[in-house]
């Protein structure tokens, strides 16, 4: 969770480089030449000669069609995407840890039964011994129970080992050593059914989902951005400098300025451009696919749900007559 979420703000900073490509590029440059070419005026003979330069340069690609609009939208959307995967991964990992935590508290249920019924095991196991030193019981029947004890004991030492396989793994979902001495009480909350939403809003809720959406929104303008590459690029720059054969005379020197306008249209690139734009629609539509398996994934674990819910009603009914039944006997 810490990694998606460094990840997420790595993200935010670099949505900052797309949106930056919308607005005007400005840099300073100072330069030191020194050349042989002037010329003395008194002589006529070549001289050496210093020319120091400060300017200001301007660069700006003015976005007449939308491409980068489209290339920062795609950005918006993938950021967004980041974030709703930070947010199934917040809920996964904490249904993870609920589902350990209740996994490792059913086991320790589990192996307090199973050390019962070795306690009642053992009281057998000494009647039959009882029996036997009186003359009415026989050796068979000591035997059998002494290997009931025994294989009582097998289950109780794999239940064991199960529970601290499952406290293991709730200690690591919790970012601890994995000790198996996770201390968290042997009792099962009481739990609230949760909210019924309607189904088409429970879907839209869905992190997962919402991801998905957000993915065929970026590959969306992505393919759209590619799309408009092959279209003529209007660029302006201009430039303010001084210079000055002293470099501390440049702020008293002459100023001068320039600005270039320039459309920009390539012609051929071996078919790059427009490949690049088959496989941008090509990841668009793979994006909505995708989109299509997800919900279908969320489709299925909300029937499966539905459906344990209902069979697990019926288990816990029918286990509730047996133990009621039992204690008449």
């Known amino acids: 969770l810490k990694a998606t979420a460094l990840r997420l703000k790595a993200a935010g900073h670099m949505l900052s480089g797309s949106r930056s490509r919308l607005l005007p590029q400005v ?3 100072v330069s030191n030449a020194r050349n042989n070419q ?8 070549n001289i050496t000669e210093n020319a120091h330069r400060l300017s200001l340069g301007i660069r700006w690609e003015i976005d007449i069609w939308g ?4 290339e920062y939208a795609a950005s918006e959307s993938a950021m967004l995407a980041k974030e709703y995967e930070y947010l199934y991964a917040r809920d996964a990992l904490a249904a993870r840890v609920i589902q350990a935590w209740i996994e490792q508290v059913a086991v320790q249920k589990s192996l307090d039964i199973e050390a019962e019924r070795i306690e009642v095991l053992k009281r057998i196991e000494t009647v039959l011994i009882e029996r036997y030193k009186n003359g009415i019981g026989n050796l068979d029947e000591l035997s059998a129970a002494k290997t009931r004890t025994e294989i009582a004991k097998a289950d109780w030492s794999e239940r064991n080992a199960e529970r601290l396989r499952a406290v293991r793994k709730l200690e690591v ?4 050593y994995p000790r198996g001495e ?3 009480g042997n009792d099962l909350p009481a739990v609230k059914p949760p909210r019924a939403d309607i ?4 879907l839209l809720n869905r992190p997962d989902i919402r991801a998905a959406l957000a993915h065929a929104e970026s590959a969306r303008n992505v393919s759209s951005a590619a799309k408009k590459a092959m279209l003529p690029e209007l660029r302006l720059s201009g430039q303010v400098f001084k210079e000055s054969a002293r470099l501390g005379n440049i702020g008293s020197g002459t100023g001068y300025w320039g600005i270039l306008g ?3 249209q390539p012609l051929f690139e071996g078919g790059r451009i427009m490949n690049e ?3 941008r629609r090509a990841e668009a539509q793979a994006a909505l696919t995708e989109l299509y398996e997800v919900v279908l994934q969320a489709l299925k674990e909300a029937e499966d749900a539905f459906d344990l819910e209902r069979e697990l009603a019926v288990q816990a009914n029918a286990l509730k007559i047996a133990r009621r039944e039992s204690e008449k006997t």
């Open 262 to 264: 320039s459309l920009f």
């Open 277 to 279: 734009s088959r496989a």
């Open 182 to 184: 996770l201390l968290s």
């Open 173 to 176: 979902l919790l970012g601890r």
């Open 27 to 29: 840099n300073a440059e």
């Open 199 to 202: 189904p088409a809003a429970a």
């Open 67 to 70: 491409r980068l609009a489209d």
């Open 38 to 45: 002037a010329i003395d005026a008194e002589t006529g003979e």
